[in-house]
């Protein structure tokens, strides 16, 4: 069994930059105000955090800089971490997290793009980030912007939705180089994945990582590993974080 | 309608690098030559309509106004939660140009006829539609709204009327039976038979490709107390609009077109026509059962 004192213990540990500050896990405590997160929060927090603080070319001074990385949350409802990662970058600010989901808030459930900085699209419902995703790293490259990398974050069980397939036999088939897809794997499919979920991507001609989710040096690994011509996924495993 | 799509799509992708176009296989070989032109604006997805409108979102998102084109079906009916948030809900907008219509190929059967794709698009805001009912005013509509930004429909058919009537879609009395006549509103294709319908009535008969936004104004200004609506896709798509126009006047409204009813029979596009009452003698006998209720 785990505890509220030791989970959060390890949120903190796993949310920790590399210069020692905790700056992440008292932030996401102010969206959590009580109540109990579900498993994808904890499960998330971790790539969201190399993301912004390792790999993202993205600032709150760049958010509107159309050469920037993109980081698109496909899973829309691991949002407490996504705030309090926002939050601890400066997009948000941190009094925002106090209100999550009340009525003046601009924080909801699932996160609005037209109402959070940095925020890059509106997600809740399943299966929409991966082809919004192919889209915008196709739009760039259309502009001549070979620069900007177009990250997305989806959940093992979010690839149930059939509108991935279409877009993961499309970007492998066609190649879309400046596309990471980061599915955090914590066994939530109801019928699981036969052959591993990295395998959906490969058979397609993506590069593909599986790498320990919380992991944070083989996760910024994983997620600067792509190279050449082909869309790259990371498979993060993570053990069910729920509290208990 | 289509030929006419095709060669001004193809132009505007030649002249301005900010116009994108998104299919999903259908009419890919009449726009092989501007994909070979335009390999990175002209995406053939395969047979993915939910990709088609996310790959169209994203394209948008990083500033290239996208052109979506497909089945009317497979378009909007398909791919309607793709059109809500994968364009709607990111406050972006795409061209989206169906060919079809209600019923273009009636032997294909129920799953390539759309009459509802209007009143599907009806239930979004601010949605710009445009139903034309001559190919020559395919290139103009389609020029204005590619350069807007807001999101559009543009709903091509093989049906057409004898002659075009280009304009912005305001109304255009095509026939003026006086002050205070019955009015009847045609959209489209529909043009044709309505007048010839009405030619021994007293009907004022107005003409428009632009359901949505519909010209309020131009209804104010012609209506009496009978107003008469014949449009091509599901009777009634356009009665709450009419009905919040003239909210503050007494009046009737007959609003004819497709039937909701799946009528599982082949045939052609102009039996259909037929059968939902929308050819001259369909539509005569409603028109006329309408403005004579005493005799009925």
Redesign the interface.
């Known amino acids: 069994m785990t505890t509220l004192a030791t989970t959060t213990a390890r949120i903190a540990e796993a949310a920790a930059p590399l210069d020692g500050r905790l700056p992440v896990a008292p932030l996401l405590e102010r969206v959590r105000a009580g109540r109990k997160f579900g498993p994808n929060v904890y499960s998330t927090l971790d790539v969201l955090w190399v993301l912004y603080d390792r790999v993202l070319r993205v600032t709150p001074t760049t958010a509107d800089d159309?050469d920037r990385d993109r980081f698109l949350l496909s899973k829309g409802h691991a949002v407490a971490g996504y705030y309090a990662v926002l939050a601890a970058k400066g997009f948000v600010p941190p009094d925002w997290l106090d209100d999550q989901g009340g009525p003046e808030s601009r924080l909801g459930d699932h996160p609005?793009?037209?109402l959070v900085p940095g925020v890059?699209?509106?997600s809740g419902?399943l299966?929409?980030g991966?082809?919004?995703?192919?889209?915008?790293?196709?739009?760039?490259?259309?502009?001549g912007?070979l620069e900007p990398r177009v990250y997305v974050l989806l959940g093992d069980a979010e690839l149930d939705e059939?509108?991935n397939h279409?877009?993961i036999?499309?970007a492998g088939a066609t190649g879309v180089p400046n596309l990471t897809a980061i599915v955090v794997d914590n066994s939530s499919a109801t019928h699981g994945w036969a052959g591993g979920l990295a395998s959906r991507f490969t058979v397609n001609g993506w590069t593909a990582v599986t790498v320990d989710g919380r992991d944070h040096a083989a996760l910024y690994t994983a997620l600067t590993g792509h190279h050449g011509h082909r869309p790259h996924v990371v498979v993060a495993v993570v053990e069910n974080g729920e509290q208990s | 309608m289509r030929e006419s799509f095709v060669d001004t799509t193809t132009t505007l992708l030649a002249e301005n690098?900010r116009t994108?176009l998104v299919l999903a296989d259908i009419s890919a070989e009449a726009f092989a030559p501007a994909q070979r032109r335009h390999p990175?604006?002209v995406?053939n997805?395969?047979i993915?309509e939910?990709?088609m409108?996310?790959?169209?979102?994203?394209?948008?998102?990083?500033?290239?106004r996208p052109i979506v084109h497909s089945y009317a079906p497979f378009l909007v009916e398909r791919a309607y939660?793709?059109i809500k948030?994968?364009l709607d809900?990111?406050?972006v907008s795409a061209v989206l140009v169906s060919v079809g219509a209600s019923y273009d190929r009636a032997a294909a059967g129920r799953t390539h006829l759309s009459p509802a794709d209007v009143s599907l698009l009806d239930t979004l805001a601010g949605w710009t539609v445009h139903v034309p009912g001559h190919p020559a005013e395919v290139p103009g509509l389609l020029r204005a709204t590619v350069a807007a930004d807001g999101p559009a429909y543009l709903r091509l058919s093989t049906l057409r009327n004898e002659r075009p009537h280009v304009g912005d879609g305001s109304l255009v009395v095509v026939r003026d039976a006086g002050a205070g006549a019955p009015l009847l509103v045609a959209v489209g294709p529909t043009l044709d038979a309505a007048l010839a319908a009405v030619a021994e009535l007293p009907v004022t008969v107005a003409y428009t490709h632009r359901p949505r936004p519909f010209d309020i104004a131009g209804l104010r200004a012609l209506a009496g107390t009978e107003v008469i609506l014949v449009e091509p896709y599901l009777a009634g798509t356009s009665t709450r609009v009419v009905a919040a126009a003239l909210a503050d006047r007494p009046h009737r409204l007959l609003a004819l077109g497709i039937g909701r009813e799946e009528l599982r029979r082949y045939g052609s596009a102009e039996d259909h026509t037929r059968w939902h009452g929308l050819d001259a003698a369909g539509l005569r006998r409603s028109v006329t059962d309408f403005l004579s209720p005493a005799l009925v």
């Open positions: 159309p609005d793009r037209t890059e699209i509106g419902s299966g929409h991966l082809g919004l995703a192919v889209g915008t790293a196709l739009g760039l490259r259309a502009q912007r059939g509108s279409e877009a036999a499309y | 690098p994108a990175d604006r995406l997805l395969g993915r939910q990709l409108l996310g790959v169209a979102g994203g394209l948008a998102l990083t500033g290239l939660e793709q948030l994968d809900h990111q406050a």
